[in-house]
Each structure stands twice: as C-alpha cells, then as structure tokens.
C-alpha cells in the first residue's frame, strides 16, 4: 500500500505543531486564560485599540514640550509595546487586507495578547504620571 506524498506532508505537519505546542489542546479555549472565542474575540479588540490609543498619545506627546527624562521613559515603554503587539498588529492588518491570517498567526496572537495588553497598560501609567 502507496502512501500518497500530501498525507505525509500533512502528517508531518501536525506531529510538529503538536510538538511546538502549536494546537490547542482544551478545543474552544482560547488565549492564555481559556477564554470562549467570543470573549477572546473581545479581549484582542480592547488590546488593539489600547495599543492604538496609546500610540496616538504618545504622538501627540512628542509633538509638546515634555521633560526628555519621561520621554525616554515613554519611549522606551512604546517600544516595548510595539515589540509585544506585533502578531496582533500583523494579524489585524492581514485581516484589514483580506489575507489568510493562518494558524500559526492566531497561536501567536493567543500566546502574546498578555504581553501586549501589559506592555499598553505601562505606556498608559507613564502618560498619566507625566
């Protein structure tokens, strides 16, 4: 009996997922809390306009007349933000352009919406403190 090529492709491929931890394990969980589809849904939508939101302060902040110590502090915080909120950020411009956002993506999205969400919320401790 012939093994068709494509089905050893396509074994291969989820015995490797399975081993990178790419699969979800516990179906219709989602996100690092195992949240429902819906509410992850809603979480990655606050942390994306979070993050938008803060991008936008610290614009409009660079354009003032702020103390160069906090703004290297903003800075250096926006950065980190922006690192942290990369999958999300690339997930919803594909998203935006009609494209295939693949599994891979939305596994990536789930593992990192945490660090993004934190990484937005200390941008926004910093522009209030300012």
């Known amino acids: 009996m012939l093994i068709d090529r494509r089905w050893i492709g396509v074994a291969t491929f989820v015995i490797a997922a399975l081993l990178q931890g790419c699969m979800p394990f516990s179906l219709g969980?989602?996100?690092?809390?195992g949240q429902s589809r819906e509410e992850f849904e809603k979480?990655?939508?606050a942390a994306f306009?979070?993050?938008n939101k803060m991008t936008s302060e610290v614009m409009v902040l660079q354009e003032g007349d702020v103390d160069a110590k906090d703004q290297e502090a903003i800075l250096q915080a926006e950065q980190l933000m922006e690192k942290n909120c990369n999958d999300l950020n690339e997930y919803v411009s594909r998203?935006?352009?009609?494209l295939s956002k693949g599994l891979l993506l939305q596994r990536r999205v789930?593992?990192?919406?945490?660090d993004c969400e934190t990484a937005a919320h200390g941008v926004e401790v910093l522009l209030k403190a300012r």
């Open 29 to 33: 969980k989602y996100g690092p809390d």
């Open 43 to 45: 979480r990655v939508e």
């Open 49 to 51: 306009r979070l993050q």
């Open 95 to 98: 998203d935006i352009d009609g």
């Open 110 to 114: 789930e593992k990192s919406v945490r």
